[in-house]
């Protein structure tokens, strides 16, 4: 049995319920428990997040120096174009859609709460 087992990515956030409904229906998934100052959900993948309430949170300025990135999600996704389109209809925002450097595209949003987060394809499978 581990010593340490995997609990939560937690994001502190002023409102954190309406940041556990944008990633829920993000990642399809569900709200696993709820307290005053937490909700914990739970992605379709298995993928757990919590957010927590904090009153003085303030997001991140990424890609601007002046309050760099704090932390940051990444999402694989099949369909960059429809994930876009789900993440602005949940009210999320886009920081860089660009084809952005490297080996793969991806592209940068930030959450209703200003939390960035990055979607990149899922990588291609060699068969062999």
Not at 37 to 45: C, L, P, S
Not at 47 to 58: E, K, M, N, P
């Amino acid at each position: 049995m581990a010593l340490v087992n995997a609990g939560f990515v937690v994001l502190d956030a002023v409102e954190p319920e309406k940041l556990a409904v944008f990633y829920t229906e993000l990642l399809d998934g569900e709200q696993t428990d709820i307290s005053v100052d937490q909700v914990e959900i739970r992605g379709a993948d298995g993928i757990r997040l919590a957010f927590r309430r904090d009153a003085g949170a303030t997001p991140a300025s990424w890609p601007r120096a002046e309050n760099n990135q704090q932390v940051h999600l990444d999402f694989l996704v099949e369909d960059l174009d429809e994930a876009e389109r789900r993440i602005i209809g949940l009210g999320g925002r886009a920081l860089e859609t660009k084809d952005m450097p490297g080996p793969y595209e991806e592209r940068v949003y930030a959450d209703p709460g200003g939390h960035s987060f990055t979607l990149r394809p899922v990588p291609p499978t060699t068969s062999g």
